[in-house]
């Protein structure tokens, strides 16, 4: 197979967690006899500085044309004091929409090397943890009208959702949950907003047709709380833009492992777009220090969702299983003090991580 994929590196450890993707990338290739070209484009801080504007057309029109998108991060504290439109966050939003695509999938996996990592009592995840989160993303209250008055001491935000964009995603949720455990939970504010009521009828009105998924409803209040009192009650949550952003956090911190995590967000055709949940960490940017296994694995599900290749994505899981397996640890994932100081010559830079899982498949 012949793939088209266009990488934005981005800012932060951007740079350095996408190159191990690809060096990733192409050992799956080598072994499976397929290839992966890549297109470099620039999106967020580093756009801004080249050209003044967070998501360039040629960027945009670059990803709309490719097979998939591996994105790094985007974002620093250089950009930070710049107004709303012009940050680089934006070229996210730009990207989501302008890809269209409106489901998000994070899943919030606790991979049982890093167990001890996991902030949780040990007896609340005796079983591990394996959560998705299906987020809605191209609409909602990050989309909606905005504005202030006049005199600017007022400001409104707009969540506003059509029947057909919850439908989509809610399908998504439903299909997600068929693959896996068969629970899907819609969870929203529908004692209060009117759009969580009407997810609530549109979710109702799809269930029929899947009868094995059992299916819940829960305020978003209350699975903030279930999710740090038993996580494991969870298999799939479907929710809204906002309130996907914030639970998806959450559910990452409680893995303990908020560098291993990865994410597709998807629509209906064209490319799917592929990033780390975690942030560009400018701290640590260019120091061979960041763990490149978050965008590995995104690789992953990139290989899976986008082109259907199951095995060669398998490939990338069980060479990282096996890598963790067999003690390394990059930093983030190393433990306190005591634990790092005896993992010796185990305690690795982000080059050497991805040598070894590349070594691995
Ligand atoms: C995320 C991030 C973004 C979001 C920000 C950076 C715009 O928090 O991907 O979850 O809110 O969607
Ligand atoms: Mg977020």
């Known amino acids: ?25 192409d050992a799956i290739g080598k072994k499976f006899g397929h290839s992966f070209a890549y297109t470099e484009v620039k999106a967020g801080g580093c756009a801004i500085d080249a050209t003044g504007d967070p998501l360039p057309k040629e960027t945009l029109d670059a990803c709309v044309k490719s097979d998939a998108v591996l994105l790094g991060a985007v974002g620093g504290p250089k950009w930070d ?6 940050r680089p966050e934006k070229a996210l939003l730009g990207l989501r929409a302008g890809m269209k695509v409106y489901a998000n999938l994070r899943p919030a996996l606790m991979f049982p090397q890093l167990a001890a990592a996991c902030p949780l009592k040990a007896e609340i ?17 990050y989309f909606g009208d905005r504005g202030r008055n006049a005199a600017g001491d007022a400001a409104w935000d707009t969540e506003a959702y059509s029947k057909g964009e919850i439908e989509r995603v809610v399908k998504i949720g439903f299909e997600s949950a068929m693959k896996r455990q068969k629970k899907l939970c819609v969870v929203d504010k529908a004692n209060i907003l009117e759009t969580s009521r009407l997810w609530r009828e549109v979710a109702e009105s799809m269930k029929g047709k899947w009868p094995q998924v059992e299916l819940s409803y829960m305020y978003v209040d209350n699975a903030a709380m279930q999710l740090v009192r038993n996580p494991n009650q969870f298999d799939v949550i479907v929710t809204s833009n906002m309130f996907g952003d914030i639970l998806s956090d959450e559910a990452s911190q409680i893995t303990g492992s ?41 690789c992953a599900m990139m290989l899976r969702f986008s082109f259907g290749l199951t095995k060669e994505a398998d490939a990338i899981e069980k060479a990282v299983e096996s890598v963790l397996d067999a003690g390394w640890r990059t930093g983030d994932i190393a433990g306190g003090s005591a634990d790092r100081a005896a993992l010796g010559d185990k305690l690795v830079g982000t080059r050497k991580m991805g040598d070894l899982v590349v070594a691995a498949i």
């Open 1 to 25: 197979m012949n793939c088209n994929i266009t990488t934005i590196p981005g800012d932060g450890i951007g740079p350095d967690i996408v190159r191990e993707g690809c060096r990733v990338l």
């Open 81 to 86: 004091t710049l107004p709303g439109a012009k």
């Open 125 to 141: 995840v005796k079983d591990g943890l394996d959560i998705l989160i299906v987020r809605e993303l191209t609409g909602g209250i």
């Open 258 to 298: 908020i560098g291993m995590l990865a994410s597709a967000s998807l629509g209906d055709s064209g490319p799917g777009l592929y990033e780390p949940i975690h942030g560009s960490a400018p701290d640590i940017a260019g120091k061979d220090l960041a763990n490149p296994l978050a965008t590995i694995l995104t």
